[in-house]
């Protein structure tokens, strides 16, 4: 039988000022700004406190928050007095620090990559290369060199494009390709992002089209995406998926020119041709040829039977 705790034998679980309690830096500070869950704090406020903080204990009695920031912010905007807490003597070891913050708040796929970037820029300063493999394994990671690179990489962004990231309106992949923009180029594109409310697929292809064209034609982003930039609200909420269509729509045109030319060809062709129905005229994926493939629908294989000569005489 196991007696714990195994390796921060001063480690403890006490009730403690809110007062006492801060971001250990300026950097977690601005993460932590702007509206809070509404889950978190009507659960907060129905059921208390649910799980306790993580912090350190500093050597002029104040305690600096490790983990559970949206949980802190809820019991600060409630006013609660004192909160239960986990806590962490300052003489705990680095590797120790790192890895209980990323088993508590960051070893998850939801958990914020930015939080995750900046735990392993501070833990550079700390462990040697090794151990911060070790980190990267227990956020579920590959432990290899070019995820710290790329990690260390998502610091550089924008600042906007941070906050998107960190609040998951920006996705990892797209944060990857921001990487090469500049940043002006990286506040448009959030921005454009944020307007359209774009996630999953839809996002990924609007910044790999929009990339592919400042990389190809040199031009300034704002003369590709100026004018899908509402300057106000007002403009925001009106018919917004006939703009984003119509945003797409403009961009691919421009990415791929002899591709739109094609499809748009094909699409007046079907039109001439009238189909019925039951006839579905299909062009090759990506028009990468002229193929056509066209489908005919048949109430049953009895039809099909009855059919089946002509259709040979036509295909031959």
């Known amino acids: 039988m196991i007696d714990f705790p195994l390796n921060l034998p001063d480690a403890s679980f006490q009730f403690v000022s809110l007062q006492s309690i801060d971001f250990p830096d300026d950097f977690i500070r601005l993460l932590s700004e702007g509206p809070i869950d509404p889950v978190i704090l009507k659960n907060t406020q129905e059921f208390g406190q649910l799980q306790p903080l993580l912090v350190q204990q500093q050597v002029n ?18 006013s609660a007095e004192k909160v239960a807490c986990h806590i962490l003597p300052s003489s705990t070891p680095p590797i120790h620090l790192y890895s209980i913050q990323i088993l508590i708040d960051l070893a998850s796929p939801q958990a914020s990559p930015i939080l995750q970037a900046h735990l392993l ?9 090794k151990e911060q493999l ?26 906007s494009a941070i906050l998107a990231l960190h609040h998951g309106i920006l996705s990892q ?41 400042i990389r190809r034609d040199n031009k300034p982003i704002v003369e590709i995406i100026g004018q899908w930039l509402p300057e106000n609200q007002e403009t925001t909420s009106e018919n917004m998926p006939q703009r984003l269509q119509a945003l797409m729509q403009c961009l ?44 005919l629908s048949l109430a049953d294989t009895a039809t099909l039977r009855q059919k089946w000569e002509i259709i040979k005489t036509i295909v031959e």
Do not use: W
């Open 61 to 78: 009695g104040q305690h600096h928050l490790l983990a559970n920031y949206p949980c802190y912010t809820a019991l600060k905007m409630l």
């Open 121 to 129: 820029r501070k833990a550079q300063h700390d462990v040697p290369e």
């Open 134 to 159: 070790r980190l990267l394994a227990l956020m579920g990671c590959k432990p290899q060199r070019y995820k710290l690179k790329e990690f260390g990489s998502f610091l550089q962004l924008e600042l």
């Open 173 to 213: 992949k797209s944060a990857r390709q921001l990487t090469c923009l500049s940043h002006e180029d990286q506040r448009h594109l959030v921005h454009l992002i944020n307007t359209y409310r774009l996630g999953g697929s839809k996002q990924q292809k609007l910044v790999e089209m929009v990339t592919e064209l």
């Open 252 to 295: 691919q045109e421009q990415c791929y020119p002899a591709k739109s030319k094609a499809e748009q060809h094909f699409h007046k062709l079907v039109q001439e041709l009238h189909p019925p129905e039951k006839v579905t005229i299909k062009h090759s994926l990506s028009f990468e040829d002229d193929k056509v493939e066209v489908c």
